[in-house]
């Protein structure tokens, strides 16, 4: 598909490059690329290269609304362009920013049980950390317990992997511009366990006809997640995607897990749904 659009824009004049209908939002580490992988499965949908992060950082913002469209696909009319930055869902300006685009785009927010999230984030930033300072030895870089509590045992509320994971936080901004139909709440963990039903779900929300189904997905068990195919691509998402994580001391995973629960009934009360994560 995008190679033939570019070759021939003079056989199909219509393609252009046009703002997204429907972006992903975040949150960062809870399957946000392997959702826009998924999507790009479909006929009708177009997808931004990379994070385009326009409406989170001043510097893009201020090159303006024409800036933002020539970083899009090329797209047929009827086609859905979709971009994907994880860091919007917590940026403060953005909501009001996306909502003076396009006050009835939809909104795509992923989201996984907040303590897997935590420890995705934190095996994230350490595998960044090895990269920038390679002759660091990795014995001198703390563990996940070491951040998440204070010496004294109690919460270290301020680190960031586990701020993040409080989503009511953040919500409830988006909820003051948006209507709560304008945005889909994904579960993260049903989409590595089952990705059709979820993917088939958010292909109502976005209007889409029905197109992908079981014949897209393959379970790849030396990866341990479903890999991806249609007639154009058969491939499996980068080993940045499906870490493996450190194994955390039981007794601060339901420390964790409890502290949680609070919030997490908050998070439910603002989507008017129980994804049932475990207390
Ligand atoms: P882990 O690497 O911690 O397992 P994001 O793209 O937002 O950074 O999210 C990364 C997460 O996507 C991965 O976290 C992984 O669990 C999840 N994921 C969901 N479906 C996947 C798939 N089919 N292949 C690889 N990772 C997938």
Redesign the pocket.
């Known amino acids: 598909r995008p190679p033939v659009i570019l070759l021939s824009r003079k056989l199909y004049p219509s393609a252009a490059r046009r703002l997204p209908q429907a972006i992903i939002m975040g949150v960062?580490?809870?399957?946000?690329?392997?959702l826009l992988e998924m999507l790009y499965l479909h006929p009708m949908v177009q997808k931004a290269a990379g994070e385009v992060h326009f409406f989170d950082r001043d510097d893009n913002y201020n090159k303006g609304l024409e800036w933002y469209r020539m970083q899009m696909p090329h797209s047929y009319p009827g086609q859905i362009t979709i971009e994907k930055s994880?860091s919007y869902f917590v940026t403060p300006e953005v909501p009001e920013r996306i909502r003076a685009m396009n006050a009835s785009v939809k909104l795509l927010l992923i989201v996984r049980e907040p303590v897997t999230r935590a420890i995705?984030d934190y095996?994230?930033l350490r595998a960044n950390a090895a990269t920038a300072s390679p002759v660091l030895p990795t014995s001198s870089s703390k563990t996940f317990e070491q951040l998440v509590l204070h010496p004294n045992g109690s919460i270290n509320e301020g680190y960031r992997p586990l701020a993040i994971s409080v989503y009511h936080h953040y919500l409830h901004r988006w909820l003051e511009v948006f209507t709560r139909e304008q945005i889909l709440v994904v579960n993260?963990d049903l989409?590595?366990e089952d990705?059709v039903s979820q993917i088939q779900r958010i292909e109502s929300f976005l209007g889409l006809e029905p197109r992908i189904g079981t014949h897209n997905f393959y379970f790849n068990e030396t990866?341990g997640?479903?890999?991806l195919r249609n007639e154009t691509t058969d491939r499996?998402?980068r080993e940045?995607?499906?870490?493996k994580?450190p194994r955390v001391n039981p007794k601060v995973l339901s420390k964790l897990r409890k502290y949680f629960g609070e919030h997490n009934q908050k998070f439910y009360d603002l989507i008017g749904e129980d994804l049932g994560w475990p207390e």
């Open positions: 960062r580490k809870c399957g946000t690329r392997a994880p995705s095996t994230q993260g989409l590595i990705p990866k997640f479903y890999c499996c998402l940045t995607k499906g870490r994580h």
